[in-house]
């Protein structure tokens, strides 16, 4: 199906956001087009506004079998992400609300509610086995909207509660409110914490994340969490070629500095409707560099915008992703990262004791 561009209102300013179009989502039948009836809350005052629904989820903790990554459950708070990446390969899941993943999926959130109940109750099944759980492998739990709704906070306590391991990334300062939990949990190995940091430019990050914390800013939130005996990994991603590549070792040092221990690093993923964001973003900020940046990425992928194969997804193939990992490996020992964060424990897992529960005779 051809997906038409969805028009917006004329004059909207596009004031902090990654995505310059709204295009209609791949699942739809119809095209969208903007028609003004004079009550355009969302783009009052020219501006696109930030909107928040909200929905009960039926279960919380999500399960996957993918071999690319070291976690079989996770949890996402939020549906869509403020901060507006460009690059954010989750935009596509946004067509599953027969939203856009321009746009719709930077302005138009939807946070669960009742999280924690609902959390309370599948940790309690008989049937529950523990491992650790990550959060922030979707969108960023730390989002701009956290302060309002707590919901990152209200899973962060129950899990706590329950001494189960937890894994979190984010680009968020926001994490820093909840050191006070945070902090103990890492003290019983329940937790580590990965920051991802694209590149350490202002001005790029800006254009390319445009609501999310400044790379300073990020850098200062490894060494609050590190000085908090939380153990950091920091995420270069994604690597961008032939814009952001060049800066590998430099994110590496100024992350090593702050007192991230580990470190890791994944490719530009451009899947489904990401490819045409991201190369509208292109255009529009390195026109110059356009053709060079894509045509990196379809050599890594056989041609393609995006393959999503197994086991090579997240790194590409060919020469040029065997460089940076080559440079990573390099950088990484020079540095004196550990090649792991330590591993979180499962043996404390317990619900504990609720009201009206039938004591233990041991």
């Known amino acids: ?21 709204n295009e209609t989502p791949r699942f739809e ?28 989820p039926r279960r919380v903790i999500t399960r996957n079998s993918s071999p690319d990554i070291p976690f079989d459950r996770s949890i996402n708070p939020y549906r869509g992400c403020e901060h507006g990446c460009t690059y954010c390969f989750a935009r596509p899941t946004h067509a599953w609300l027969g939203l856009s993943a321009g746009l ?23 049937n529950y086995a523990v491992a650790p759980i990550a959060i922030g492998t979707n969108t960023d739990p ?14 962060v306590q129950v899990l706590s509660d329950y001494n189960h391991p937890l894994m979190i990334t984010t680009k968020g300062t926001l994490i820093e409110r909840d050191l006070d939990l945070l902090a103990p ?39 609050m969490l590190a000085d908090a005996g939380i153990p ?4 270069v991603a994604p690597v961008i070629p032939g814009l952001s590549d060049h800066e590998l070792e430099a994110i590496l040092g100024a992350a090593r500095g702050a007192g991230a221990r ?11 409707e990401v490819s045409q964001l991201f190369q509208d973003w292109l255009a529009t900020h390195v026109p110059e560099r356009k053709e060079k940046v894509m045509r990196r990425i379809r050599e890594m992928h056989g041609g393609k915008d995006y393959a999503a194969n197994w086991g090579k997804r ?20 020079r540095l004196g990262f550990e090649d792991s964060l330590p591993k979180l424990t499962s043996a404390l897992f317990a619900c504990p004791e609720r009201k009206g529960d039938q004591l233990s005779l041991f």
């Open 104 to 126: 719709d999926f930077e302005t138009r959130l939807v946070a669960k509610t009742n999280v924690a109940a609902q959390l309370e109750r599948e940790l309690r099944h008989p």
């Open 314 to 333: 997240m790194r590409g193939e060919g020469e040029f992703a065997e460089l940076i990992g080559k440079r990573f490996e390099i950088a990484t020992t």
């Open 185 to 223: 949990m890492a003290r019983r190995g329940l937790l580590n914490v990965g920051i991802s940091l694209t590149t350490l430019g202002t001005t790029l990050s800006r254009q390319l994340e445009p609501r999310a914390p400044t790379p300073a800013r990020r850098l200062k939130t490894i060494r």
């Open 1 to 21: 199906m051809e997906h038409a561009e969805s028009s917006l209102p004329l004059g909207l300013e596009m004031r902090a956001r990654g995505a310059s179009t």
């Open 29 to 56: 039948q119809l095209t969208r087009s903007f028609a003004s009836d004079g009550w355009d809350i969302p783009y009052e005052g020219g501006v696109v506004r930030t909107t928040l629904a909200r929905e009960e």
């Open 262 to 272: 580990a470190a890791s690093w994944i490719m530009l993923r451009l899947p489904l």
């Open 142 to 155: 730390y989002q701009p909207v956290e302060a309002r709704e707590k919901t990152m906070r209200a899973i």
């Open 232 to 235: 950091v990994r920091v995420m």
